[in-house]
């Protein structure tokens, strides 16, 4: 059984920031300033093997709006574990975690998948979101066509029309 630490940022010292961030550059070749930015404020899940890094899953509090509702939502970011530890449960140790967090705290939660996690989180209950996305930009909203078919949800206290439009509140980087 693994064993998850949790914590937020807050409480994460300069040398495990330091690791969260070598491990997702190691685990994710397309990693940015923003993208690691986006991973921070809220809750982290943290895997140690001895004083190596396993694996990182954080939930943060973003805003989506959906059907004039504007829905407090956990937002699963950096969802990693290094390659070569994958298989042995961390993951799902992580992320049993972060839903935790996620149905004891938000109306919903939401992240953006990789092709290789959504069958992950697909088998873990989440649900694809199937209508158009879209982010509040300081232009106003604008389609996000890109990431549509990526999106996927964890019903927790609201009901959720999949097919419907769901946007997201405006950031640096990647917006969803
Ligand atoms: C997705 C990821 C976090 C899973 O971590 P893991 O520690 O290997 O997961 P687990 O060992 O807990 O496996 C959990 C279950 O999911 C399955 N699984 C793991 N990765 C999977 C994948 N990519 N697709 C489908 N199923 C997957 C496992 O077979 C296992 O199934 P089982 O319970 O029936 O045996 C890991 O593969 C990873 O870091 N991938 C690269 C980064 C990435 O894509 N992250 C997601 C970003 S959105």
Do not use: K
């Amino acid at each position: 059984m693994a064993e998850v630490r949790t914590a937020h940022t807050a409480d994460l010292d300069a040398a495990t920031l330091a690791a969260v961030r070598a491990l997702l550059d190691n685990v994710f070749d397309d990693m940015t300033d923003h993208d690691f930015e986006h991973a921070l404020g809220g809750v982290h899940a943290l895997v140690w093997e001895g004083a190596e890094l396993a694996g990182h899953a954080s939930v943060i509090q973003r805003r989506l709006l959906n059907r004039g509702r504007a829905l407090r939502t956990g937002y699963v970011e950096a969802v990693a574990v290094r390659a070569g530890r994958r298989g042995r449960g961390y993951g799902t140790a992580m992320m049993d975690t972060i839903e935790r967090v996620v149905r004891g705290a938000y109306d919903l939660g939401a992240l953006g998948a990789t092709g290789e996690g959504a069958a992950f989180y697909a088998a873990r209950g989440w649900q694809l979101w199937r209508g158009p996305s879209a982010a509040l930009t300081p232009a106003g909203v604008r389609r996000t066509e890109d990431d549509d078919g990526c999106l996927y949800v964890l019903p927790v206290a609201v009901p959720l029309d999949l097919s419907s439009e769901l946007t997201c509140d405006w950031r640096d980087g990647d917006l969803w």
